[in-house]
């Protein structure tokens, strides 16, 4: 059966992980894996899980199975905080998944499901995963423009120009916070247009929602997200709990799908459940178990907020800090739209050979595209890191 089998390309994210994990040097740098680092270069376990632990190895009596869609009051403490009460519960249906991934890979089962012929519109460039799962589930897919590399912002003409090619019934990907990979998020007025176009088209949205918090706040960063769900009456939200409650490997997800009334959100229930039944059955709940404690506490959503906001300062002094010190080493601008990014990417300007270069002759690890996570400096890596690549990427 295996004899001629090939596998697949390796993943160009984990890829870097493991080759960082593997490199022997002292002072290697690691911009890779979007994951939060301290200035010590930790991922440490956030104060506000490590209490919720505490209450759940004291008060829980049972491991017994919750239900094949997850724990209702996750979904509820899920949706206060990503649709802030916009929209009514009985037209959302709610599913919990391992990780911010199972959401995508359940939310596109589901289209599958629904409309086997639909197109999903993807931003360029995008998270590589998007594709490889897209292609997994077996879905046609086209992609609009997103990035400008001139300029390192968003290719506002480019984006409205490809999305016009839209039709009814097709799911644009939007990611509502954070780019991943390029840093350079949809302003207000983009989410507006966004709306428009879609309304107009009878085409429905779906935000991947993997890093909020991480930009401006908890609330403002799901401005856009809670405008298109109050304009259009579908929507599909993929969210994971990995980045901002730093429960990366308890796989923490949530896929909420806005439908147009009760009667069809109790239908997309049974097929969310059902698409977790033939999958894996249930969902983890421990992570899970964790974010709802920590959400419905007042007091250890207070610590919770408070720890993210540290984390969110210190990527954002970390990426005005590469700003300034790339300015320096390169004596030129060029970085400079760096500092107007949001979250943990951005994307150099960088060949996949220079990438090369900067990790063979400087240990100084990034994405094959250039991706760098700025959570991944510290006061005392800025400089290096800089002089690195300004000598790289000259
Ligand atoms: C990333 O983009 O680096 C993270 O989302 C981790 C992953 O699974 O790719």
């Known amino acids: 059966m295996f004899k001629d089998h090939r596998a697949p390309a390796p993943d160009p994210i984990l890829g870097v992980m493991q080759a960082f994990a593997e490199d022997a040097r002292d002072g290697k740098i690691d911009l890779g894996v979007g994951v939060y680092r301290t200035a010590d270069g930790r991922t440490p376990v956030m104060r506000a899980v490590k209490a919720a632990e505490r209450t759940l190895l004291d008060t829980q009596e049972t491991k017994g199975y919750v239900a094949l869609s997850g724990d209702p009051a996750f979904h509820a403490a899920m949706r206060g905080l990503v ?26 089962e589901l289209v599958r499901r629904v409309r086997p012929d639909a197109t999903v519109w993807t931003p360029s460039p995008t998270w590589p995963n998007h594709l490889a799962i897209l ?14 590399a001139s300029s390192g912002g968003l290719d506002r003409e480019g984006m409205q120009a490809d999305l016009e090619g839209v039709a009814a019934g097709d799911l644009v990907l939007l990611h509502g916070c954070c780019h991943n990979p390029t840093g ?6 983009d989410w507006r247009d966004i709306a428009l176009l879609l309304a107009e088209r009878g085409a429905v949205p779906m935000v991947d929602l993997a890093y909020l918090g991480f930009s401006d706040g908890l609330e403002q960063d799901a401005v856009g997200l809670r405008l298109i769900a109050a304009a259009l009456p579908e929507m599909l939200v993929a969210i994971s709990g990995s980045k901002n409650f730093g429960l990366y490997r308890e796989r923490v997800g949530l896929v909420l799908a806005l439908c147009d009334g009760p009667k069809a959100a109790a239908a997309v229930r049974g097929t969310l459940a059902w698409l977790n039944r033939q999958s894996y059955a249930f ?18 959503r207070t610590q919770w907020e408070e720890e993210l906001t540290e984390m969110r300062e ?5 990426r005005r800090g590469l700003a300034d010190a790339l300015r320096e080493a390169s004596g030129s601008d060029r970085f400079g739209h760096l500092a107007g990014h949001r979250g943990m990417f951005s994307l150099l300007p960088a060949t996949p050979e220079q990438v090369e270069t900067l990790r063979r002759e400087h240990a100084l690890y990034m994405i094959g595209d250039g991706r760098i996570n700025v959570a991944g400096l510290t006061p005392e890596t800025l400089a290096p890191a800089a002089r690195a690549i300004a000598a790289v990427l000259r």
């Open 184 to 189: 350079a998020d949809l302003a207000l007025e």
């Open 283 to 300: 969902p983890p709940d421990h992570g899970a178990r964790v974010v709802t404690t920590i959400l419905t506490d007042p007091a250890l």
């Open 314 to 318: 210190r990527i954002d002094s970390m």
């Open 83 to 108: 649709l802030g009460g916009v929209i009514p519960s009985d037209r959302v249906a709610a599913l919990a998944t391992p990780g911010g991934t199972g959401a995508v890979r359940q939310a596109f």
């Open 135 to 148: 292609d997994g589930v077996g879905m046609r897919r086209r992609s609009y423009r997103h990035y400008d």
